[in-house]
């Protein structure tokens, strides 16, 4: 098992897997063996790399009854145009990927104890918790990552209005993010 860069933030989490029979022995092995056997490393990378050993059932049903989140189906990129989708994938672990009609955003949480963290990083939307998988959120950083243009362009100047409306400017502007 690969040493945290970080042991004090994400050993309580992995004993919390580890305790709801989520990351069972052999689990924790076969993603360590996929790894590569890493000397040290975060627990976001241990368990998207894990993405296809963890079993869903197990790692949604503690989600949803250990720290509150919902399935609202599988989470599928959605972000297209919408101001928090511009530019590279944010740091962490829990992803928005789409916008409500409410304004409020979904989120797809990888790591429960970061929600304080990613709910700064939003701002003032309302976050509704969405139980993802590992699988789903690697999916949904790789969309993320593949924004029409974004490699090639520089991020966007972000402006506000005068009505507090968050605008784009041209320069480095990329498809879907307007």
Same mark, same amino acid.
């Given at each position: 098992?690969?040493?945290?860069?970080?042991?004090?933030?994400?050993?309580?989490?992995?004993?919390?897997?580890?305790?709801?029979? @989520? +990351?069972? =022995? &052999?689990?924790?092995?076969?993603?360590?063996?996929? $790894? %590569?056997?890493?000397?040290?490393?975060?627990?976001?990378?241990?368990?998207?790399?894990?993405?296809?050993?963890?079993?869903?059932?197990?790692?949604?049903?503690?989600?949803?009854?250990?720290?509150?989140?919902?399935?609202?189906?599988?989470?599928?990129?959605?972000?297209?145009?919408?101001?928090?989708?511009?530019?590279?994938?944010?740091?962490?672990?829990?992803?928005?990927?789409?916008?409500?009609?409410?304004?409020?955003?979904?989120?797809? @949480? +990888?790591? =429960? &104890?970061?929600?304080?963290?990613?709910?700064?990083? $939003? %701002?003032?939307?309302?976050?509704?918790?969405?139980?993802?998988?590992?699988?789903?959120?690697?999916?949904?950083?790789?969309?993320?990552?593949?924004?029409?243009?974004?490699?090639?362009?520089?991020?966007?100047?972000?402006?506000?209005?005068?009505?507090?409306?968050?605008?784009?400017?041209?320069?480095?502007?990329?498809?879907?993010?307007?």
């Amino acid at each position: 098992m690969m040493h945290f860069v970080d042991a004090a933030r994400d050993s309580p989490l992995l004993a919390e897997l580890r305790d709801e029979g @989520v +990351l069972a =022995p &052999d689990v924790v092995s076969r993603i360590d063996e996929a $790894l %590569g056997r890493p000397e040290t490393g975060t627990l976001c990378d241990f368990l998207l790399a894990g993405a296809p050993f963890i079993p869903e059932k197990p790692w949604l049903s503690w989600l949803i009854r250990r720290h509150g989140c919902h399935r609202f189906g599988r989470a599928l990129w959605c972000g297209d145009g919408e101001e928090w989708a511009c530019g590279e994938a944010p740091p962490g672990s829990n992803l928005p990927y789409r916008s409500c009609a409410d304004g409020s955003i979904l989120v797809a @949480v +990888l790591r =429960p &104890d970061l929600m304080d963290a990613t709910a700064a990083r $939003l %701002g003032s939307r309302r976050l509704h918790r969405a139980a993802a998988t590992p699988a789903e959120i690697r999916a949904l950083r790789s969309a993320w990552n593949r924004l029409p243009g974004w490699d090639a362009l520089a991020p966007p100047a972000v402006l506000k209005d005068g009505v507090g409306k968050v605008q784009h400017g041209t320069v480095g502007l990329a498809q879907g993010c307007r």
